[in-house]
């Protein structure tokens, strides 16, 4: 499964998110992460419709949209989010 992460390096959100998702990434070793600056990566940013609240993570099954959580939320919410994927491969 990948998640894509789409952050800023002003968001203080996606900081507070930053600690949040590597942790999660030692629990799940085999997701895939790729990380998207939303100034920096607009043709991303326009493909996956981003708006303007941050941190994004889009939950990805064969390349296909499965969840996406848009702020901050708690590590377990994450994880959930990540277990209800899974069991939907």
């Known amino acids: ?11 203080h959100g ?3 998110m930053k600690s949040i998702v590597a942790e999660i ?3 799940y070793p085999d997701l895939e992460i790729i990380e998207y600056d939303l ?8 493909k996956w419709k981003i708006g ?10 064969n390349d296909l949209e499965k969840e996406r959580i848009v ?3 708690s590590k377990k919410k994450f994880k959930e989010v990540i ?3 899974l069991e939907g491969k």
């Not at 100034?39 to 991303?44: F, N, S």
């Not at 303007?52 to 099954?61: A, G, Q, R, T, W």
């Open 52 to 61: 303007d609240k941050i941190p994004v993570y889009i939950f990805l099954n």
């Open 1 to 11: 499964m990948k998640i894509l992460n789409f952050s800023a390096v002003w968001c």
């Open 71 to 73: 702020g901050e939320v």
């Open 39 to 46: 100034d920096d990566d607009l043709e991303a940013v326009n």
């Open 14 to 16: 996606c900081l507070l």
């Open 83 to 85: 277990d209800r994927c």
């Open 25 to 27: 990434q030692k629990e």
